[in-house]
């Protein structure tokens, strides 16, 4: 089974976004892949997701309720195939992490997935946090990461063929 993990900052906002998302169009897809999230920090670790955010996906009747904040450890590199990191500082710190260049190898970026900007440069290619601003920036970021997702299940698709 192919698995993936989103990554953000403090998985509350961005990596969840993206984890359900991808359940969700997996499952469309018929496609049995595993798919969790994490946070580069442990700040909120055991936390649910962010109110705005589970606002946009309740829109989508995505039930998150039992979303826990979760820190990203080393050993996720040995247990999941892709990792999407959100913006380009967790990607650079999933880099750091790896413990060798086949587990780096695995980091990406989730709108490397998004064919509208996928040839843009890797510092062009971030999902900002909409954490410090209003409804309309978790739509933003919302939109950035269901952008990416077909491309994530096209991949999904290649991988479990």
Same mark, same amino acid.
């Given at each position: 089974?192919?698995?993936?993990?989103?990554?953000?900052?403090?998985n509350?906002?961005?990596s969840?976004?993206g984890?359900?998302?991808?359940?969700?169009?997996?499952a469309?897809?018929?496609?049995?892949?595993?798919?969790?999230s994490?946070?580069?920090?442990?700040?909120?670790e055991g936390?649910?997701?962010?109110?705005?955010a589970?606002?946009?996906?309740?829109?989508?009747?995505?039930?998150?309720?039992s979303?826990?904040a979760q820190?990203?450890?080393?050993?996720?590199f040995?247990?999941?195939?892709?990792?999407?990191a959100m913006?380009?500082?967790?990607?650079?710190?999933?880099?750091?992490?790896?413990?060798?260049?086949?587990?780096?190898?695995?980091?990406?970026l989730?709108?490397?997935?998004d064919?509208?900007?996928?040839? #843009?440069?890797l510092? #062009?290619?971030?999902?900002?946090?909409p954490?410090y601003?209003d409804?309309?920036d978790?739509?933003?970021?919302? #939109?950035?990461?269901?952008?990416?997702?077909?491309?994530?299940?096209e $991949?999904? $698709?290649?991988?479990?063929s």
């Amino acid at each position: 089974m192919y698995r993936i993990m989103t990554v953000c900052t403090g998985n509350i906002c961005r990596s969840p976004m993206g984890e359900y998302l991808i359940k969700q169009a997996a499952a469309q897809a018929g496609l049995t892949v595993e798919v969790a999230s994490s946070g580069i920090s442990n700040e909120e670790e055991g936390n649910p997701i962010d109110r705005r955010a589970k606002k946009v996906l309740d829109e989508l009747n995505i039930n998150t309720g039992s979303h826990r904040a979760q820190q990203f450890t080393r050993a996720d590199f040995d247990r999941y195939d892709l990792l999407l990191a959100m913006d380009t500082n967790h990607y650079r710190a999933l880099k750091r992490l790896a413990p060798d260049e086949e587990a780096a190898a695995k980091v990406r970026l989730m709108r490397e997935f998004d064919p509208a900007v996928a040839d #843009q440069p890797l510092d #062009q290619l971030g999902i900002y946090d909409p954490w410090y601003g209003d409804m309309s920036d978790f739509y933003g970021t919302f #939109q950035m990461i269901r952008d990416a997702v077909p491309g994530v299940i096209e $991949q999904t $698709q290649a991988h479990s063929s």
